[in-house]
């Protein structure tokens, strides 16, 4: 059964967007339209969601929201005619005149710029326009990441999530020293971990969420509310933002061309030497 953005839901989701008196409404709408362009189309269902979020928040923020997310569906073909429409009154800029290139990149730092609230709203929220992947990985990495999170071995553990996810390494690390949890959150997912498993690398990997029970708990209880399909697709829109480099040789020795030349200008010389000893006296004092 599909999730729905019905009345009732969005209500909701308005309320939670509004508490504590910070409005992230504005950021919501933008990374949800943000990801709902990066799919080149949808279906019915994820049409209807989309549009139903979307004509939910549009006339609750601010106007240079409203132009942001004008801007970016004027660049999708099949971009809803009804959310056009209600923002058929701005003006777009008129220097855009193709698809953003660089739409991961602005999505990932986003996400890592939105607050913990945020965050949960986007992930949980991410179905309307997330893609069908799977993240195929070695059976064994779950397990590695386990054992190198409760050994503290950050290093390790960023070195799996950067070949388990296909990421650069700063994303990786990223991901890893983040201080809310959210991005170790959509690893878990995305992988298959059990929630025991993700609970236990909370509590040891970094102390900043370890040492909150709470915050490990909230964090448990995103990772039941999110889909595993939300996770893969936030996954591939950071392996586009950061690619991993392919793989650059490197001689064993840094001055290995240097090492050649002195050994073999060592073996002639030695080679000199030793003819010049084998010499007669007499010879060898007149060749000198």
Known sequence: ??????????????????????????????????????????????????VELALGLVDTVDEATRMAVAARLAQYPAAPASVLSRLAGLALPSTITSADSNAPHHLTEEFFAAAAAERRLILTNLDAVASSAQCHIPQDTVARLERAALQHNTAEFCRLVER??????????????????????????????????????LLMLNPQIGRSVARVYDLSRLFEEITRQAAEHMISIWRQADPPRPPHHEPLYWDDQHRSARGQATSTGFRIARRRDALPARNRSTEG
């Not at 967007?17 to 709902?36: F, H, N, Q, S, W």
């Not at 990223?174 to 959509?186: F, K, L, M, Q, Y």
Request: aromatic share 4%; hydrophobic share 45%; glycine share 4%.
């Open 1 to 50: 059964m599909r999730k729905t953005f019905a009345s009732p839901s969005l209500d909701n989701l308005v309320d939670l967007a509004c508490r504590d008196g910070v409005d992230i409404r504005p950021t919501l709408l933008r990374v949800l339209t943000d990801l709902y362009v990066q799919k080149p189309s949808h279906s019915t269902d994820e049409e209807v969601q989309y």
């Open 164 to 201: 388990a996810l296909r990421i650069g390494t700063r994303l990786a690390a990223r991901v890893v020293n983040d201080a809310s949890g959210e991005p170790i959150v959509i690893v878990a997912k995305a992988l298959g971990m059990t929630s025991a498993v993700l609970q236990r690398i």
